[in-house]
């Protein structure tokens, strides 16, 4: 069964179908139980939600539900011959601080971390989906300001979800395994080389910055901008369901091909902790 919702953004409304599990009340992870098994764990992370509505498109579409809608149906896809155990961070329109997305990746003992956002510039001309992995230091201005706007979303949190501090973001950057270091980057590789066959793409379209949502040092971890919603040609085809389609099929194989050259997956735990 599936429900039709109406996202208004600025009086216009776009429609998105999702399917009615996703309006049901945000599961309980930190008390949920699950069965030892030997897929890989994928944690799928839809951006922003709830009292953050992330960007608003030149049309007045909400980034959260573009994100959101887009996640499940990789969800649905990933799922379709029982390879991946898919978990999202939300699966309805509920805030969740920054900390605790990476906090639900790694209770689930999730292989990979993927976080799925279309974000806006200032340049409403730039158009094209992009990849970030976590790095000390951005690749360049514009995914410093991208970093920058996203790390900003804990702003809508209680005080005890606040940023990380500047210093201490360093440190964990400099601590991140290289072992997920390069996870992380093969995944990016992965992501540009699928959805490169099939949408247009930033110039250099693998970058990096200090994500706060990419931090787990244990998880390798990207965060993908679907396109930008300051650009009018991606917005609108984000807005539209066979677009976001062929999004998801594109980091389905991006995400089968990475788990197809052999990482380990992580042991999930038998109890959720909390």
Same mark, same amino acid.
């Given at each position: 069964?599936?429900?039709?919702?109406?996202?208004?953004?600025?009086?216009?409304?776009?429609?998105?179908?999702?399917?009615?599990?996703?309006?049901?009340?945000?599961?309980?992870?930190?008390?949920?139980?699950?069965?030892?098994?030997?897929?890989?764990?994928?944690m799928l992370d839809p951006g922003h939600g709830g009292k953050d509505p992330g960007?608003?498109?030149?049309?007045?579409?909400?980034?959260?539900?573009?994100?959101?809608?887009?996640?499940?149906?990789?969800?649905? *896809?990933?799922?379709?011959?029982?390879?991946?155990?898919?978990?999202?961070?939300?699966?309805?329109?509920?805030?969740?601080?920054?900390?605790?997305?990476?906090?639900?990746?790694?209770?689930?003992?999730?292989?990979?971390?993927?976080?799925?956002?279309?974000?806006?510039?200032?340049?409403?001309?730039?158009?094209?989906?992009?990849?970030?992995?976590?790095?000390?230091?951005?690749?360049?201005?514009?995914?410093a300001a991208l970093a920058q706007r996203e790390n900003a979303a804990d702003r809508?949190?209680?005080?005890?979800?606040?940023?990380?501090?500047?210093?201490?973001?360093?440190?964990?950057?400099?601590?991140?395994? *290289?072992?997920?270091?390069?996870?992380?980057?093969?995944?990016?590789?992965?992501?540009?080389?699928?959805?490169?066959?099939?949408?247009?793409?930033?110039?250099?379209?693998?970058?990096?910055?200090?994500?706060?949502?990419?931090?787990?040092?244990?998880?390798?971890?990207v965060l993908v901008e679907m396109g930008f919603m300051s650009n009018r040609q991606?917005?609108?085809?984000?807005?539209?369901?066979?677009?976001?389609?062929?999004?998801?099929?594109?980091?389905?194989?991006?995400?089968?091909?990475?788990?197809? *050259?052999?990482?380990?997956?992580?042991?999930?735990?038998?109890?959720?902790?909390?």
């Open positions: 069964m599936f429900t039709r919702r109406m996202l208004f953004g600025h009086g216009v409304a776009a429609s998105f179908l999702l399917p009615a599990a996703t309006l049901r009340a945000e599961p309980a992870l930190a008390r949920q139980t699950l069965r030892p098994q030997t897929a890989p764990v994928v960007a608003i498109g030149v049309s007045g579409t909400y980034e959260k539900h573009v994100a959101l809608a887009t996640a499940v149906e990789l969800k649905r *896809q990933l799922e379709a011959d029982g390879r991946y155990r898919v978990e999202l961070t939300r699966t309805r329109d509920v805030f969740i601080p920054l900390e605790e997305r990476v906090a639900m990746a790694q209770r689930h003992g999730a292989a990979l971390f993927v976080s799925m956002h279309a974000d806006a510039l200032h340049d409403h001309a730039v158009r094209g989906a992009s990849v970030y992995t976590l790095a000390e230091r951005a690749s360049d201005a514009q995914t809508f949190a209680g005080p005890e979800f606040h940023g990380t501090p500047p210093d201490v973001a360093r440190i964990l950057a400099s601590l991140v395994r *290289q072992e997920t270091r390069t996870g992380s980057a093969r995944m990016a590789h992965s992501v540009v080389g699928e959805m490169g066959r099939d949408m247009p793409l930033l110039s250099n379209p693998a970058r990096h910055a200090g994500f706060v949502v990419l931090k787990a040092a244990d998880i390798p971890s991606d917005e609108a085809a984000l807005r539209q369901a066979p677009h976001r389609t062929l999004v998801a099929s594109a980091m389905r194989r991006a995400i089968d091909a990475y788990f197809a *050259q052999g990482p380990a997956p992580r042991p999930a735990p038998t109890r959720m902790a909390g």
